[in-house]
């Protein structure tokens, strides 16, 4: 009733038709010079913001065009949806606000708020656009994907291998030079042996288009081998690093005949001889062939993978104890009913808590970037930014723990005639503990969580294993890494909900 | 036993909680104190075992005078009188035998103490107050898990341990309801009748003075405003009830709460 004569009374400031007016120019102006103040602002800014999203969007899609129209005609081209949709969505925002514009102008009636839906469509449309969402992909190349994911998913064969027997021969090679050639070695009875012809060489090399320039030929004669076995070739340079070379795209490997025998002519790799390579250059070629003999080991990513997760879990520890220690002083500077006596001690107090939240804000992987840079790289990296970030976590927790305390307790065991010493320990002690505990294994519990991705910035841990994996393509070795991850997040997600539960 | 003379609490702030206030308490009564909110019960009881340090003022608890005692000796007054609290001020989180146990700290060693432990006769001492005051059973429980009439007689059980020879109580039924106030009144009676234990005790509600009070003090912005017995206090006139209360309260009938 009130609120009806109230409406009446309040006149719109100028006529709809100029409200109009004013918005044909301006979209929203209208409304905001009719006392729809907030209104107004609110349309202007998100018509003009959204009308330069879309000629931004418009340039990057037909870049290089010049001209307004070539722009358009060549966006058109690319993504005509989204020229098109936005274009019209845009026209029907304009002339939308525009009756809006009359309508607001018109009476005090009900503001309607379909408008800014069409907005928040359209600002939505051009998200999509600009974060290049392509829904398509998620199915079109999951097929790809799907090789790897499956050796992430289950890599156990790649956790074991098997005891190996190696039989091998070798024969020198002199490098790019014919001054010095290593002798033919000395045949031994009863052990594989290898001769090369010549015993000197070219390896192959690039020209200056990058075309590979054979090296030369290599006559390979080996006897004492198992017979009609597979035997790999391989290849030593000067400073040791071994590699199978490749002939034609595939790994060179003969097989022996029923003698042990073979005989093959080998082109000498491409490898690049090291800077600090002086003198001559003896590269090694050998013959080799495996056999595993059955009994089974941990492979070496698996053991690689145990060793890392056990030292993630102690970084997250250890930064979990040095956050404990030096948290423990700096919350008594920064709970407020400590230090609330003088304009000193408050000013303490900001100061402390301004400094803890901006630590905390500050995500423990940039931490870990700038502890990398400050002690080098390695797991004690990462157990600085964790600390760090630990600290004014904790600090910030157990500062709240002691502004929670309740004075009761304390008075009702003062007034028992409890010395100092025992009123801590039975009325503060019991209060604090709860708290601390539970604060201090949900901390460990993160820091563990955090220290598994650390490694990715060089801060040590299982992160820096699993991205290497990744990078080397090595899918099942990144899975065995995943899956320690996996497990050992649950089972200490577990574990200190458990113990939290207890103690709240 | 105790004899306030002219005790006077001036807060840091200024505030003047008490003002000359002097009354004598004999051994075996059942004191009540009643005033309205603010007009200084709970300084007057805090400042009995120098919970509060009084300003100015004599409190003479058989025949020493609490007030004049530097915090050192404050142990052994303290632990003759014990006290209970309108919000029990449990530790929580400790056992209930934890909390009754904690009455005893004043009599046993500090170090000792700090580990944890009690003496086996202590701990036997202690179910045997739980049992009396009829909770034995819940001895293992957290504080926080009882209700709030059996938390009152956890605060009572560490009261008793102290063997005290004072009580103070400041409104130790205000957060329970009226059936649970009389019990909890009715055990701080009978252990008064019984043991003897001199008791004071503020209160809220008219008619649980009339009931239990041997005598009545009324405190108004800091001043004895009435002396009176119990019985007095049923036949209390509305002048003297508005001169305790303030001219705006108005009388409430026995059984009824006032505000
Ligand atoms: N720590 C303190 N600092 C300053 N003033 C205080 C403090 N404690 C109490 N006061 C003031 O002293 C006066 C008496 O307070 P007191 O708590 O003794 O009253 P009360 O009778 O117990 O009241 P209630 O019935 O609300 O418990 C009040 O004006 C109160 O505001
Ligand atoms: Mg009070």
Redesign the interface.
Known sequence: MSAATKTKEKKPLISPVLSLILSIPVPGLGQLVSGKIRRGLLLIGSFATLAFLYWWRLKAIGHRQTTLIDIFKKALQLNGLFTVLLLIGLAGLYAWILVDAFKQAKKSRPEGTGIFFLILFLFFAVGWQISQIEMGKLTSRFSEAWVPLKKILWPWDAAITYEKDVFEAAAQILVDSDEAPPPVPEQKEGEPYLVANPTYGNLSRLDENNKVIPGSRINLKGSGFKPETLTQIWWADSIGNEFRPRQEGQYVTVITDKDGAFEYDLIMPYRLTPPSAVGLQYHEVMARQIFEKGRALPSEPLILTVDLIIETIFMGMMATFFGIILSIPVSFLAARNLMSSSWITVTIYYVTRTILNIIRSIEPLIWALIAVVWVGLGPFAGIVALTIHSVAALAKLYSEAIENI?P??I?????????K??VI???VV??M??PFVSFTIYRWDINVRMSTVIGMVGGGGIGFLLVQYIRLLDYKSAGIAVWFIAVTVSILDYVSANIRKRFI | MLEIKNLTKVYDDGTVALKNVSFDVQDGEFLVVIGLSGSGKSTLLRCI?R?IDPTEGQIIFNGEDVAALPQSD??????K???V?Q????????SVL?NVL??????IN??K??A?NFPPSIRKRALEVLDHLGIANQAKKRADELSGGQQQRV?IA?AL??DPELI?ADEPVASLDPVLAHSILGTLESLNQETGITVICSLHYLDLVQRYATRVIGLRSGEIVYRGTGKDIRQMTDEEFKDIYGEEAVRVSAGKREE
Do not use: C, W
């Open positions: 309740d009761g307790p008075e009702a065991i003062q007034a028992t005639g409890a010395t010493l025992q320990r039975y009325a019991p209060q503990i709860p | 075992n919970l404050l142990r052994h007054v303290r632990r009188i014990g006290m609290f919000h029990f001020n449990l530790v929580k989180r400790s934890t904690a009455g005893r700290l004043g009599y500090p170090y103490s700090l944890g605060g560490r341990m102290q103070l």
